[in-house]
């Protein structure tokens, strides 16, 4: 593309989709939520999750029998997937949310090559 270097953030099930076509891929594990989950702490998530109004509608989830079993970061991978548009909105969210020099290291070694 006339000389531009292309650059991809993906989820580690992508990686290799993504590594046949970008010159460089920077890959989250397994994605980005849980690099954000990892930067900020289940309380700073949750007090993100708060601060939208809907930490009530994380614990009715958390509360539900098959989640009960599963770790934190599983529900709330199933929070942030559950609804349509959840997935994008959390992601901006949650970045805002993330001390500079937290940033997860994917996402640092891609704004670091721009």
Avoid: H, W
Wanted: proline share 5%; with cysteine; hydrophobic share 45%.
């Amino acid at each position: 593309l006339n000389g531009q270097r292309l650059f991809g953030l993906v989820d580690a099930a992508e990686r290799r989709d993504f590594e046949r076509v970008l010159m460089t891929v920077f890959v989250c594990d397994p994605d980005l939520e849980a690099e954000f989950i990892r930067a900020l702490g289940v309380e700073g998530v949750e007090a993100v999750i708060a601060g939208q109004g809907e930490l009530v509608s994380f614990r009715r989830l958390q509360s539900q029998p098959f989640q009960r079993a599963q770790p934190i970061d599983r529900q709330l991978a199933r929070f942030f997937g559950g609804r349509s548009g959840n997935k994008v909105r959390y992601a901006g969210l949650l970045a805002e949310a993330v001390p500079l020099e937290s940033i997860p290291a994917p996402l640092a070694s891609l704004l670091a090559s721009l």
